[in-house]
């Protein structure tokens, strides 16, 4: 997968499987998205299997990334702009998620 919207749509796709596994969780989030610093949204609800604006508690701004990585590799590194770090942390945090993908998806993800 050398394209990068294929890359962005896997990784989104990754993480909206692992969101929807939930019954409280939803996933809210854009495929080609433009947006600085933020892909979307995991939508927090208060009962289970519910997307009702009345069972809405709060939201979780994500950013997910995609890297193809060896897997014999122990160790995965990414850097992420100090931009970006600034508006996180501004902004009150994000769910940073990393993709990688050798023979399955592997899923990371760190609360900045």
Do not use: W
């Amino acid at each position: 997968m050398g394209d990068s919207s294929k890359n962005e749509r896997y990784a989104i796709h990754a993480v909206e499987e692992l969101i929807d596994s939930s019954p409280r969780l939803s996933a809210d989030f854009n495929s080609n998205d433009r947006t600085p610093c933020y892909d979307g949204n995991i939508l927090i609800y208060n009962k289970d299997d519910t997307n009702s604006n009345e069972h809405l508690i709060g939201r979780l701004p994500v950013q997910i990334k995609f890297r193809k990585c060896d897997a014999k590799k122990e160790t995965i590194k990414f850097s992420i702009k100090r931009n970006d770090l600034e508006v996180y942390y501004q902004e009150g945090g994000v769910l940073y998620f990393l993709v990688t993908k050798d023979v399955r998806p592997r899923v990371y993800y760190a609360s900045l």
